[in-house]
C-alpha cells in the first residue's frame, strides 16, 4: 500500500524521535549507575549483596563496554523499528478505512487494491468478498423489486384487456345500443369468452405464486410413466389431428417407476405440450421420449416445428415472457406455463432447460425415480 508523502515524514520523525528517546534513556541509566557506583549512598554499601551486585554489573560494563554498547544500538534499532511497524500497520488500517467511507459512501464498484501480508491481507480480502457479496444481495433485491413491478405491470395489463371489452360489449347491452337479438347474443358472447380468459390468467397466477414457494407440500403417488404419458397424449389427440401434428410416446426404459405429485406433474406435460401444439405450427410431429439415466427419468418434449432464437431460450422459463408478442394474441396464452412447469419440477428435485436448432426444438427435464424424505 503506498503511503503519501506525509505519511512517509511521520514515520521519518517517529524514528527520529525514538532514536532520540532511546538515546536518552540509555545515557541516563549509563550516567545514573556510574554515579552510583562512584558515590554510593551510605547505606548502599551496608547491604552486602545488592552492593556486590552493583560492583558486578560495573565490572561487566567496564570489561564488555563494546559488547554491551553494540547491543543496546542493536536494541534501539529492534525497538525503534517495531514502533515503526505498528505505526505502519496503522496507516495501512487507516487507508484500509478511507477505502471503506469511499464505498459507503456509493461507490459499490470501487474495490480495495492492496499487495499487503498475513493477517492485513485476509481483512482486505474479507472486505472485498463482503462488499461483493452486498453487492450481489443488492443487485438481486433491486431485480426482485423490478421483477415485482413487472408482476404488475403485466397482470394489469393482461387482466384489463379483456375486462375493457367485458365492460364495452355489457355497456351496449345496458344502453340498449343494439338492433336484433342476435347482438345481444353476440355481445354476450364475446364477454363471456373474455371472462374466460381472465379467469385462465388467474387461476395460472394463484398456480405460479402456489409452485413458487419451497413449502409447497406435494402428494407423491408411485406411478409408471409410461402409462401416465400416453394417458397424458391421448387428452391432446383431437387437439393435435386439428393441428395435423402426431403425438409419439417413446419409452427407452419400460416399465420406468416414479414417485411424483400426479396432478403438478400432469400440469408440467400439459403445458409442455399445449405450448408444443400452439407454437409449432408447421410441424408434424411432437415425441415424448423417456429414458433412465441412473436414479434419474430423463424425459424430452420435441417437437419439429419452427426454431427458438438463441437469444430467448434462456429466458423461455421468465414468468409472462413469450418469444413473439404477437403470439400472445394469436394464442392467448397468459404467459406463465412454462414458469409454472419449472417451479414444479424444481419442487420434484429435478430441473428443465430447453434446446432448439432448425430440426426440433425440445424441452428436457431430469426427475429423480424416488423422493428423498425431508
Known amino acids: 500500500m503506498k503511503l503519501t508523502r506525509k505519511e512517509l515524514g511521520e514515520l521519518i520523525f517517529e524514528a527520529i524521535v525514538t532514536m532520540t528517546i532511546m538515546y536518552f534513556l540509555l545515557m541516563g541509566f549509563y550516567l545514573i549507575f556510574n554515579q552510583i557506583v562512584q558515590s554510593p549512598p551510605e547505606f548502599l554499601p551496608q547491604i552486602n549483596s545488592l552492593w556486590d551486585v552493583i560492583l558486578f554489573i560495573d565490572f561487566i560494563v567496564i570489561e564488555y563496554k563494546f559488547i554491551i554498547l553494540v547491543s543496546a544500538l542493536l536494541f534501539s534499532v529492534f525497538f525503534t523499528w517495531w514502533r515503526l511497524f505498528r505505526r505502519y500497520k496503522q496507516m495501512q488500517l487507516r487507508h484500509i478505512l478511507d477505502e471503506l467511507h469511499y464505498i459507503a459512501s456509493g461507490n459499490f464498484d470501487h474495490r480495495i487494491e492492496a499487495d499487503l501480508n498475513g493477517d492485513m491481507n485476509d481483512v482486505v480480502n474479507s472486505i472485498n468478498t463482503l462488499v461483493e457479496s452486498t453487492v450481489e444481495a443488492m443487485e438481486e ?24 371489452s367485458i365492460i364495452g360489449y355489457l355497456g351496449l347491452i345496458e344502453d340498449k345500443q343494439y338492433s336484433t337479438f342476435e347482438d345481444v347474443e353476440r355481445y354476450i358472447h364475446i364477454a363471456y369468452v373474455k371472462a374466460l380468459q381472465m379467469k385462465v390468467l388467474v387461476d395460472d397466477l394463484f398456480e405460479y405464486t402456489k409452485v413458487r414457494q419451497t413449502s409447497t407440500p406435494l402428494n407423491y403417488t408411485r406411478i409408471n410413466l409410461g402409462n401416465f404419458l400416453e394417458q397424458m397424449a391421448a387428452e391432446f389427440e383431437l387437439e393435435s389431428a386439428k393441428q395435423e401434428m402426431a403425438i409419439e410416446v417413446i419409452m427407452e426404459s419400460e416399465p420406468l417407476m416414479i414417485e411424483a405429485d400426479v ?105 429423480p425415480l424416488e423422493q428423498t424424505p425431508n
Do not use: C
Request: net charge neutral.
Open 141 to 164: 433485491e433491486r431485480k426482485i423489486e423490478q421483477s415485482k413491478d413487472e408482476l404488475i405491470t403485466n397482470v394489469s395489463h393482461d387482466i384489463r384487456t379483456p375486462l375493457t
Open 263 to 367: 396432478d403438478k406433474i400432469a400440469r408440467v406435460f400439459s403445458n409442455l405440450i399445449s405450448n408444443a401444439l400452439k407454437y409449432g405450427k408447421g410441424g408434424s410431429w411432437i415425441k415424448i421420449v423417456v429414458d433412465k439415466v441412473g436414479s434419474e427419468a430423463l424425459i424430452s418434449v420435441k417437437n419439429n416445428g419452427p426454431k427458438i432464437p438463441e437469444e430467448a431460450l434462456e429466458e423461455l422459463f421468465g414468468r409472462f415472457y413469450r418469444v413473439e408478442s404477437s403470439r400472445s394474441h394469436q394464442t392467448g396464452g397468459t404467459g406463465l406455463g412454462l414458469a409454472i412447469a419449472q417451479s414444479i419440477v424444481a419442487l420434484h428435485g429435478g430441473y428443465i432447460y430447453a434446446e432448439s436448432n432448425e430440426n426440433e426444438t425440445k424441452f428436457v427435464m431430469r426427475l
